[in-house]
């Protein structure tokens, strides 16, 4: 779920809990957790909303001063509905973050790992790209996404993306600037080394 930046703060202190999007079909579930730039947040209602509808209350809930200011920014299709999700920040710990840091690897564990990253491999339009991009952040911790991707001939955003994919395995940690291997990345990537020179 894509959230604008000014949004972020507020959302994380609980002082935004309302956003507005122009969906042709609905794309949250209340009650799910997203993770989103601004961080972890809980969907707890999905609403379509007629326009003429939407409160100044919600507007000032969703950063606007007036219902009007909503109306004007809502990107998309004006033909689709408007949905209003009321949110809150999950400040919860992170599934990905014990999973990261878990590095005591049993043989299934590694077995697990080379599968989903196998797949990921081959679903990739661009060729194997899961080995040579674990060695890059090992070899490179916290050089910025856009010299990495340079480095290896990919543009930023799709190279950033990949990484994530990665990140949701437990595999790698995002820094201030750039990335690192967590623990069970550097655990996942030693083994692969010594049992096949490969990854």
């Known amino acids: 779920m894509l959230i604008e930046r ?10 935004i809990t309302v956003l507005f999007r122009r969906w042709r079909a609905p794309q949250a579930v209340a009650g799910k957790v997203y993770r989103t730039a601004a961080g972890r947040i809980v969907v707890d209602e999905v609403t379509v909303v007629p ?5 100044a209350r919600d507007a000032r809930a969703a950063g606007y001063r007036s219902a009007d200011e909503v109306r004007a920014d809502l990107r998309g299709d004006p033909m689709s509905p ?8 999950d400040h919860g710990t992170d599934p990905r ?13 590694v077995e697990a790992i080379t599968a989903r990253l196998t797949r990921l491999d081959r679903a ?14 090992a070899e490179r911790p916290a050089v910025r996404a856009a010299d990495l991707a340079a480095s290896v001939g990919r543009e930023t955003a799709p190279f950033k993306l990949d990484v994530r994919k990665l990140k ?29 020179g490969n990854r």
Do not use: K
């Open 82 to 89: 408007v949905y209003r999700l009321r949110v809150h920040p």
């Open 124 to 137: 990739s339009a661009i060729g194997p790209w899961t080995g040579a991009t674990l060695r890059l952040i």
């Open 168 to 196: 949701n395995l437990g595999l790698t940690i995002s820094l201030d600037t750039g990335y690192r291997l967590s623990p069970r990345g550097r655990a996942y990537l030693a083994h692969a080394a010594h049992t096949t």
């Open 6 to 15: 000014r949004l972020h703060d507020g959302i994380q202190d609980g002082s």
């Open 97 to 109: 973050d014990e999973l990261a840091g878990t590095a005591d690897l049993t043989p299934a564990d």
């Open 51 to 55: 326009l003429a509808r939407i409160t």
